[in-house]
């Protein structure tokens, strides 16, 4: 790895910061791919090269991990925390929701509050796969 | 028994640009910064806090042989390389906007937390820096 694929990973975790910080707005990937210094399309590839998902699966994922920890923490409705956590459709949101945490925001909000943590351990751990 | 934490240590990409991070935007002080021959033992810490250093060191041939340490650095530069620093503030707003005005690349805003507020923010490298106004016990 040469220092020039370094600052590529760097750039690129800029990037990934980005969709961390600002998930509830609506990221497109000009954006990101402006903030990664790169184009489009090889901010797609890089990044997945790096981190293993696309993107856009990385902002869903983040997405839905923080309506589970609002869900879990708050009284906020459903439709709310889908606004809050920046998907723009009920329906999609409890379509991905389900898909990636395998039960319905309803469902997940019964499992109760979190225990104590800083909240970029819990937002990196909590973030779900597969 | 063991009596405090003395050093703990990250890995950085490049020394001098750690220290006019950690020194000239963080607000650290050098401890040591001691060219030994075979490496360069620096360790910085936080003013009025002297019983707990940080050592700043380069991944590199001897200590591992280069290919470990492209891996090292790859890690670093993917935020993944766990070298986390987690500082207590009086007054998170205040330092955030003073960190924000030298040109710190803040990840996070202050948020108020159950143990607090605080707020991210990254090194230069990659290295994942947490900075909390602890509740009062």
Request: glycine letters at 8%.
């Amino acid at each position: 790895m040469s220092r020039a694929a370094e600052e590529t990973n760097r750039r690129l975790l800029r990037a990934r910061d980005l969709m961390d910080r600002s998930y509830a707005e609506p990221l497109d990937l000009a954006t990101l791919a402006r903030v990664a210094l790169v184009s489009e399309s090889h901010f797609i590839r890089t990044f997945r090269d790096a981190f293993g998902e696309t993107p856009h699966r990385y902002l869903q994922r983040r997405r839905v991990e923080r309506a589970a920890w609002l869900l879990r923490s708050t009284d906020r409705s459903v439709t709310d925390i889908c606004l809050d956590v920046g998907f723009t459709s009920l329906g999609t949101f409890c379509r991905v929701f389900r898909d990636i945490i395998g039960e319905t925001p309803t469902q997940h909000r019964r499992r109760g509050p979190l225990g104590p943590v800083p909240s970029c351990f819990a937002r990196a751990w909590m973030r779900p796969i597969g | 028994m063991m009596k405090r934490l003395n050093i703990s240590g990250i890995y950085v990409l490049d020394q001098d640009q750690a220290l006019d991070f950690y020194v000239g935007k963080l607000g650290l002080e050098v401890d040591s910064d001691v060219d030994l021959g075979f490496m360069r033992w620096l360790t910085v810490r936080v003013p009025g806090d002297p019983d707990h250093k940080i050592l700043l060191e380069r991944p590199g041939p001897p200590s591992m042989n280069e290919e470990t340490a492209e891996q090292v650095r790859a890690m670093v530069s993917k935020g993944a390389a766990g070298g986390h620093l987690f500082f207590a503030v009086d007054d998170a707003h205040a330092t955030y906007a003073e960190l924000q005005s030298r040109g710190v690349e803040l990840t996070e805003e202050p948020t108020d937390q159950a143990y607090g507020i605080d707020f991210g923010l990254r090194d230069p490298f990659g290295n994942h820096v947490r900075i909390a106004q602890l509740k009062e016990d």
